[in-house]
């Protein structure tokens, strides 16, 4: 009988294939760098009087679309600067604030 070639399967039961790694060390490294990063923020403050539509809506917590319809129901002022659709800081801080109670 001739020895099996290669890519010959023998009859029978599947050989197991076994994977191993030659970079095992690295890969535990990027492991754990990526479980515990180091995040370093600084924080500057935002001297913008108006923002996008998109930027609203996120400082708000909603979507651009909902912020689109509070605009439309007039709950929230808007300005056009050309072709842009801006929100004041004013504007945001007036639609988060609760009204006065009588």
Known sequence: MSPPKRGDAPKGKPTPVRVT???TER???????????????TLQPDERRVFSVVEAAA?????????????AAGEIHSIRIGRLRKIPVAAIDEFI???PRP
């Open 21 to 23: 790694s030659v970079s």
């Open 27 to 41: 890969t535990r490294r990027r492991v754990r760098e990526v479980e515990q990063p180091i995040i370093n923020i």
């Open 59 to 71: 400082v708000l917590g909603i979507s651009r679309s909902k912020l689109y319809e509070f605009i």
């Open 97 to 99: 604030t609760p009204p």
